[in-house]
C-alpha cells in the first residue's frame, strides 16, 4: 500500500494488476469491506454502475493502491466469469 498506511474499512481503493478469477482487472476502483490482520490482506467490494455487487474480493495490500487526486473513474463491460 502507497503512503498513508493502510486503508480502512468504507475507504475507497484501486487495484494495481488483475484478479481474473473475479474478472476484475488492473484500475477498477472498489470499497474495502474487511481488513485482514496486520492488514496484509482486504476484503474488497466492486460495484456496478446500478449499485449492485459485482465482485467481492480478497486483494493482497501489495495489489493495492489509494485513488490518485486528479482521477475519475470509468465504464466498461463487466462479466464475472463462471
Do not use: K, Q
Not at 475507497?12 to 484478479?19: D, N, Y
Not at 476484503?43 to 454502475?49: A, G, I, P, Q
Not at 493502491?65 to 482521477?71: Q, S
Request: net charge negative.
Amino acid at each position: 500500500m502507497s503512503v498513508g498506511g493502510a486503508p480502512r474499512e468504507h475507504e475507497r481503493v484501486v487495484l494495481t494488476g488483475p484478479v481474473p478469477a473475479d474478472g476484475l482487472v488492473a484500475g477498477d476502483v472498489g470499497t474495502v469491506v474487511h481488513v485482514y490482520p496486520g492488514a496484509a490482506a482486504f476484503e474488497v467490494e466492486f460495484l456496478r454502475l446500478d449499485g449492485s455487487t459485482a465482485a467481492v474480493a480478497t486483494v493482497e495490500a501489495g495489489a493495492l493502491r489509494r485513488p490518485l487526486i486528479n482521477e475519475i473513474t470509468s465504464a466498461r463491460d463487466f462479466e464475472r466469469p463462471v
